[in-house]
T-cell receptor, first 115, second 118 residues
Framework: QQQVKQSPQSLIVQKGGISIINCAYE??????FPWYQQFPGKGPALLIA?????SEKKEGRFTISFNKSAKQFSLHIMDSQPGDSATYFC??????????????FGAGTTVTVRA | DVKVTQSSRYLVKRTGEKVFLECVQD?????MFWYRQDPGLGLRLIYF???????EKGDIPEGYSVSREKKERFSLILESASTNQTSMYLC?????????????????FGDGTRLSIL
């Protein structure tokens, strides 16, 4: 049973468009949310991460939005480029009080950016 | 640049065999992880190690064991391979930073070993 639900499973976007990936969770002990990017044939790479004390974090064209009350967070890829075509995973880590330091991953979203 | 190297990209083994997957990292990271990646399931943690000779079970440890005799090397062992262990296996490492959460997250992944059990 996945603790972090990710959608959509895949999406296609035109070059220059916005890609949006959504994740939701139930475990209120989660308090750190990294995103990973994985290209075909490669391992995932840490992309960006957020804590729930901020509602938004931006790094270049990648933005995480966080809604603590709804227990949802999303990744926006602005001005999507063909080089952004990859699989994206959201993840969540419980806080230190839970004594559980394991990351829970979403199922992944395959993003295809058409030129 | 941190490098996590997995010994094989592709491996084919038979049911019942004992299988060893090797992983080496070159950045003196304390934490090392073994994940399994399956379509529609994301990444699932098998085992991780936060120090030499230390190990902790992840979410799906059944049928697997690990060994960490040296800081840079973390081995995953399939004691008696079965067809349901056919999968992509990913090794990762991370440095213990100030924060709890940052230590828990794998920062650097290898490129994976695609294991097929026939």
């Amino acid at each position: 049973q996945q603790q972090v639900k990710q959608s959509p499973q895949s999406l296609i976007v035109q070059k220059g468009g916005i890609s949006i990936i959504n994740c939701a969770y139930e475990n209120t002990a989660f308090d750190y949310f990294p995103w990973y990017q994985q290209f075909p044939g490669k391992g995932p790479a840490l992309l960006i991460a957020i804590r729930p004390d901020v509602s938004e974090k931006k790094e270049g064209r990648f933005t995480i939005s966080f809604n603590k009350s709804a227990k949802q967070f999303s990744l926006h890829i602005m001005d999507s480029q063909p080089g952004d075509s990859a699989t994206y995973f959201c993840a969540a880590v419980p806080d230190a009080r839970s004594n559980d330091y394991k990351l829970s991953f979403g199922a992944g979203t395959t993003v295809t950016v058409r030129a | 640049d941190v490098k996590v190297t997995q010994s094989s990209r592709y491996l084919v083994k038979r049911t019942g065999e004992k299988v060893f997957l090797e992983c080496v990292q070159d950045m003196d990271h304390e934490n090392m992880f073994w994940y399994r990646q399956d379509p529609g399931l994301g990444l699932r943690l098998i085992y991780f190690s936060y120090d030499v000779k230390m190990k902790e079970k992840g979410d799906i440890p059944e049928g697997y064991s690990v060994s960490r005799e040296k800081k840079e090397r973390f081995s995953l062992i399939l004691e008696s391979a079965s067809t349901n262990q056919t999968s992509m296996y990913l090794c990762a490492s991370s440095l213990i930073l100030q924060g709890w959460a940052e230590a828990a997250q794998p920062q650097h992944f290898g490129d994976g070993t695609r294991l097929s059990i026939l």
